[in-house]
């Protein structure tokens, strides 16, 4: 399906303004900073420039005062806590950060971390039951959940175990009666309510530290939180969370600390992925991250627990192996999964009528279809439900597209759901076998109500129209600044246009590279997987700007996303 360019809107005026404000800033860049809301030169500066001496007082979070005083009580009498995490990147980094931390200040501390499927998710009555049995403990401090887990809080006050909750969830109506709520999503238009489980938990270690450090406690005061940001660059990258105001901060921070980590456990993942060098955030969310989910997805969570609380490498070593034995099992799995799943598709799939798809089949892992309901959402352009069926009932993952709220699908057809969830772009369902076939129906209904007349091409979104001379190395320097990339703050997409590609070559018989030409400047290009659209005559190109190393040498490069023939 060919894309549709979708040019972002630009203030010029402003870029001029920052443009004239800045010393030695390519006009660009000036307009990318514009775009990404900059409004003052002192506002770009910082953006470029996301320092941790900008993070704001911890105790402006909701309820941080009480939490602090009931750890720092807990630490000084050596009551027995354990840090309740979740088996995903964030929970599991923000379990392993706080267990750390709180270990550090001389704690006698443990952690628990749920089964995805013995469990299910965050504090429930259950996994609570599990945890009291397993660790006894007299306090109880919840990272990435438990804002409202009302029943397995109140079931913990019962039998005498106090509940401090740090969480990033939205909250319900009613809220569990923990000791304290440290969730930035309990104060309307707080900064904090980006961050991800991770950043929250950081935030409680630095209030524990500055009233440490406060009150002349020695051991806070020796102390240094940088060197645990690494945990929290990766559960922020690979939870999705916006990449702007202090997630940026924090992972710059954390991606500078992963270079150089301190901790045998990413050493030993970074070791078996490959990593030398500079880390970016496509290490995090596809290299590292990865590899923790799928302890949680296909084997044990607590092995990605152990593997990031252990302190010897040779340990290190033989649970990293075993963290990407379960992912490449969570890859074969996945991998016939959407094979037999596109299949089924493509059998009957009609672009006029089918709107909403839903597929399902008997024995599917539900580990993985969250990551093939992704992939079946961008091969279709469709919103898509997919379940593992398990007798008489189903499990199910759903991905949407920006022209659908898949909630507000899945409450058309609630009739036919046992429970469901989410969020707009993502959700989950239970369902029974007898109402699967009416489901399928009816959440086609629904999407057909809302994208029959819609645009359903994939978009293209481009930041600004440039020309080859303007791809230099100052605005290379520049886009480094610009950093992190991520959610919200993604990687910016330039075009040039009226260009002619002077030579052109297929690479592995899929990858084409070309060498284009403005009649001025030249500049090398690479399009992965793009040998079919070898061009004729001018073209338009649509691309990000990056530096390729090749023995030894660095030289400019064109990472081709899309290319067309050129339009006025």
């Not at 627990?305 to 996945?334: F, H, K, M, V």
């Not at 469901?420 to 699967?436: K, V």
Request: charged share 25%.
């Amino acid at each position: 399906m060919s894309k549709h360019w979708k040019f972002k809107p630009c203030d010029e005026a402003l870029t001029e303004q920052l443009f004239r404000g800045l010393e030695n800033l390519p006009k660009p860049l000036a307009a990318l900073l514009a775009q990404r809301g900059c409004k003052t030169a002192a506002e770009a500066g910082l953006f470029m420039n996301p320092a941790l001496s900008t993070l704001s007082d911890p105790f402006e979070l909701p309820d941080m005062d009480k939490a602090a005083a009931r750890i720092r009580r807990a630490l000084a009498a050596g009551e027995k806590i354990t840090v309740f995490g979740d088996y995903d990147v964030d929970g599991v980094c923000s379990t392993v950060l706080l267990v750390r931390v709180l270990r550090e200040l001389g704690g006698n501390v443990s952690a628990y971390i749920p089964s995805r499927f013995d469990d299910g998710y965050g504090l429930s009555s259950d996994a609570l039951a599990a945890c009291l049995a397993e660790h006894k403990p007299s306090l109880i401090v919840t990272v990435d959940c438990g804002t409202n887990s009302v029943e397995a809080v109140e079931k913990a006050r019962a039998g005498g175990v106090d509940v401090v909750i740090t969480d990033h969830h939205e909250p319900d109506a009613q809220l569990a009666h923990a000791v304290a709520v440290v969730n930035p999503k309990l104060t309307p238009g707080h900064p904090g309510r980006i961050l991800a489980g991770a950043g929250v938990a950081f935030k409680l270690c630095h209030a524990l530290i500055k009233g440490g450090r406060d009150s002349g406690c020695a051991v806070s005061a020796s102390i240094d939180l940088k060197k645990y940001l690494d945990f929290v660059a990766v559960a922020t990258v690979t939870d999705m969370v916006p990449l702007l105001g202090e997630n940026r901060v924090l992972v710059r921070g954390g991606l500078l600390a992963l270079e150089n980590s301190c901790w045998a456990g990413w050493n030993a993942l970074k070791k078996l992925a490959g990593m030398t060098g500079k880390v970016e955030t496509w290490h995090a969310g596809f290299a590292l991250g990865p590899r923790i989910n799928a302890a949680g997805r296909v084997g044990r969570p607590d092995a990605a627990l152990e593997l990031l609380l252990t302190d010897l490498p040779a340990r290190a070593d033989e649970l990293a192996q075993l963290l990407d034995s379960a992912n490449r099992e969570r890859q074969a799995i996945e991998k016939d999964i959407v094979r037999d799943a596109i299949e089924e598709i493509d059998s009957y799939f009609d672009e006029t009528k089918n709107f909403g798809l839903v597929i399902a089949r008997e024995g599917w892992h539900t580990g993985v279809i969250g990551i093939v309901a992704s992939r079946l959402t961008s091969r279709y352009g469709r919103p898509v439900a997919v379940i593992g069926m398990d007798g008489e009932r189903g499990r199910g993952s759903c991905r949407s597209i920006d022209a659908f709220n898949i909630l507000d699908g899945l409450n058309v057809c609630s009739g036919l759901l046992k429970q469901f969830g989410g969020h707009a772009m993502a959700a989950g369902l239970d369902i029974e076998e007898r109402n699967l076939e009416a489901f399928k129906i009816r959440f086609n209904e629904a999407a057909i109500a809302q994208l029959q007349s819609a645009d359903l091409r994939p978009v293209l979104e481009i930041d600004r129209a440039v020309t080859l001379d303007e791809t230099d190395e100052a605005l290379m320097d520049g886009l480094k600044r610009t950093g992190p990339f991520g959610q919200d703050n993604p990687e910016p997409v330039w075009a040039v246009c009226g260009v002619k590609a002077i030579d052109s070559r297929i690479l592995k018989e899929k990858h084409l590279k070309l060498t284009l030409s403005d009649g001025k400047t030249q500049r090398e290009a690479i399009g992965f997987n793009l040998a079919e659209k070898l061009p004729a005559g001018l073209i338009d190109i649509a691309f990000t700007l990056q530096e390729n190393v090749w023995n030894g040498r660095t030289t400019l490069q064109l990472n081709i996303r899309d290319l067309r023939p050129a339009t006025p």
